[in-house]
């Protein structure tokens, strides 16, 4: 019996045992869902709910979903999930739900999950929840820089804490978090498993691209220009003038890679946005500098995807690269190797490659030794396409391991009411 199946086989039983002694299945409520400009963070909650159907399978599970959350995504989830109750709305001041549905779920579970995200995103909607409702909650797989001493303490308060980067792990024990557990977690969004082969294929064979012919590479700026998204975001000055200064320092590597990997093998490039502003992002800083032998062979994505036809091509692809973090979460989750480029802006979310075994392909975008590996490294994944896949799968299983035995820690707190 391989690991993975004795630790999912472990979680089954002990949520049955603690089952029997209940006498009715656990009750969960998921706080997740937090912005839907981004594939990756869209990501997280069909993850965490992959990772509670396949571990938990006996619980009853709820999304509390952030106010954004739009039909087209929740269309989305519910082809995956069909049976998934979506509510959203928040907790007043007087402890009474703004909305009715939430009111009911409130009463309803026995235990509030705090979803994988980019830091621990609702706060304030666990705070309320503590507050008000009493019942117990965990947080899973989130990353930590810092926090005030009343979230540091309601960190504390949380049944376990699971960090999705080891560097957020020794940050919060740093800080004086004293949760019951606290462990490095991966993120959800390794789990999530949606899929529209559909459209993927349509794309892919209206732009000439074949199946394991071809790369995907993601560009970004150091800040995400979300003042070009969405209503009532101000121009952040400062921001904007980092990301003019460093965009053509971050995508000149990307542009050169491109061009080995057309020059130099028979694959194609696809050209492709994890948020809505990076296909603007891609054509200036990529697209509309590359040489016309190479751009002839690159396809440039014009129109944003969803989750589900962005992780269908990943899997039809020879492997990913760019800058990054949940795409390529997302593919090694699936088996498909991908390379990780982070810079000192971001969080310390990409240090997760050296966790789950995949050191070699994480590259700091500020360390020129680092980008001196990069060319070679991208085309291994094509000349040694075995090779990568191994490594990909190895870093798949660790983080397949790490998460059943996480989720029988969840298990067991949902169970213990």
Same mark, same amino acid.
């Given at each position: 019996?391989?690991?993975?199946?004795?630790?999912?086989?472990?979680?089954?039983v002990?949520?049955?045992?603690?089952?029997?002694?209940?006498?009715?299945?656990?009750?969960?409520?998921?706080?997740?869902?937090?912005?839907?400009?981004?594939?990756?963070?869209?990501?997280?909650?069909?993850?965490? #709910?992959?990772?509670?159907?396949?571990?938990?399978?006996?619980a009853?599970v709820?999304?509390?979903?952030?106010?954004?959350?739009?039909? *087209?995504?929740?269309?989305?989830?519910?082809?995956?999930?069909?049976?998934?109750?979506?509510?959203?709305? /928040?907790?007043?001041?007087?402890?009474?739900?703004?909305?009715?549905?939430?009111?009911?779920?409130?009463e309803?579970?026995?235990?509030?999950?705090?979803?994988?995200?980019?830091?621990?995103?609702a706060?304030?909607?666990?705070?309320?929840?503590?507050?008000?409702?009493?019942? &117990?909650?965990?947080? +899973?797989g989130?990353? +930590?820089?810092?926090?005030? *001493?009343?979230?540091?303490?309601? $960190?504390?308060?949380?049944?376990?804490? +699971?960090?999705?980067?080891?560097?957020?792990?020794?940050?919060?024990?740093?800080?004086?978090?004293?949760?019951?557990?606290?462990?490095?977690?991966?993120?959800?969004?390794?789990?999530?498993?949606?899929?529209?082969?559909?459209?993927?294929? /349509?794309? #892919?064979?209206?732009?000439?691209l074949? *199946?394991?012919?071809?790369?995907?590479?993601?560009?970004?700026?150091? +800040?995400? &220009?979300?003042? #070009?998204?969405?209503?009532?975001?101000?121009?952040?000055?400062?921001?904007?003038?980092?990301?003019?200064?460093?965009? *053509?320092?971050?995508?000149?590597?990307?542009?050169?890679?491109?061009? /080995?990997?057309?020059?130099?093998?028979?694959?194609?490039?696809?050209?492709?946005?994890?948020? $809505?502003?990076?296909?603007?992002?891609?054509?200036?800083?990529?697209?509309?500098?590359?040489p016309?032998?190479?751009?002839?062979?690159v396809?440039?994505?014009?129109?944003?995807?969803? /989750?589900?036809?962005?992780?269908?091509?990943?899997?039809?692809?020879?492997?990913?690269?760019?800058?990054?973090?949940?795409s390529?979460?997302?593919?090694?989750?699936?088996?498909?190797?991908?390379?990780?480029?982070?810079?000192?802006?971001?969080?310390?979310?990409?240090?997760m490659?050296?966790?789950?075994?995949?050191?070699?392909?994480?590259?700091?975008?500020?360390?020129p030794?680092?980008?001196?590996?990069?060319?070679?490294?991208?085309?291994?994944?094509?000349?040694?396409?075995?090779?990568?896949r191994?490594?990909?799968?190895?870093?798949?299983?660790?983080?397949?391991?790490?998460?059943?035995?996480?989720?029988?820690?969840?298990?067991?707190?949902?169970?213990?009411?």
């Amino acid at each position: 019996m391989k690991r993975r199946e004795f630790l999912g086989m472990l979680a089954a039983v002990l949520a049955a045992k603690s089952l029997r002694a209940a006498d009715r299945a656990p009750r969960i409520l998921l706080r997740s869902s937090w912005q839907v400009v981004n594939i990756g963070d869209i990501a997280h909650t069909p993850g965490v #709910l992959a990772l509670l159907e396949r571990h938990l399978p006996n619980a009853e599970v709820r999304l509390w979903a952030s106010a954004d959350l739009s039909d *087209e995504v929740a269309a989305m989830e519910h082809r995956r999930f069909p049976n998934l109750k979506i509510i959203k709305g /928040t907790i007043g001041s007087n402890g009474r739900a703004s909305d009715p549905d939430l009111q009911e779920s409130l009463e309803w579970c026995d235990f509030l999950l705090h979803g994988s995200g980019p830091s621990f995103v609702a706060a304030k909607d666990v705070g309320a929840f503590v507050k008000h409702v009493g019942k &117990p909650f965990g947080i +899973y797989g989130i990353t +930590y820089g810092g926090a005030d *001493e009343t979230v540091r303490t309601l $960190m504390s308060r949380a049944e376990f804490l +699971y960090f999705r980067d080891s560097v957020s792990l020794e940050r919060a024990r740093a800080d004086g978090i004293t949760s019951k557990r606290m462990e490095f977690g991966p993120d959800g969004a390794f789990a999530c498993d949606l899929a529209n082969e559909d459209a993927a294929r /349509t794309f #892919l064979a209206a732009h000439g691209l074949e *199946e394991r012919k071809f790369l995907c590479c993601i560009p970004r700026l150091r +800040y995400t &220009p979300y003042w #070009l998204i969405r209503k009532n975001r101000p121009l952040d000055p400062e921001k904007d003038r980092r990301n003019r200064e460093m965009a *053509e320092h971050d995508h000149a590597p990307l542009r050169d890679a491109i061009a /080995t990997v057309v020059r130099e093998t028979d694959h194609r490039v696809l050209l492709c946005p994890e948020d $809505m502003t990076q296909m603007a992002v891609g054509k200036e800083h990529v697209f509309d500098r590359l040489p016309a032998d190479v751009k002839n062979r690159v396809v440039w994505r014009e129109k944003y995807w969803l /989750t589900d036809e962005a992780l269908s091509t990943y899997r039809l692809s020879s492997g990913l690269f760019g800058l990054e973090m949940h795409s390529p979460i997302m593919c090694i989750g699936n088996g498909i190797p991908a390379l990780v480029g982070r810079f000192e802006e971001q969080t310390s979310k990409g240090f997760m490659w050296r966790d789950i075994g995949l050191g070699e392909w994480l590259f700091n975008w500020d360390v020129p030794s680092d980008l001196a590996k990069l060319n070679e490294t991208v085309l291994s994944l094509i000349r040694e396409p075995d090779k990568a896949r191994d490594k990909a799968a190895a870093a798949r299983q660790r983080v397949a391991d790490l998460h059943a035995a996480s989720m029988a820690v969840v298990g067991k707190a949902a169970l213990r009411q």
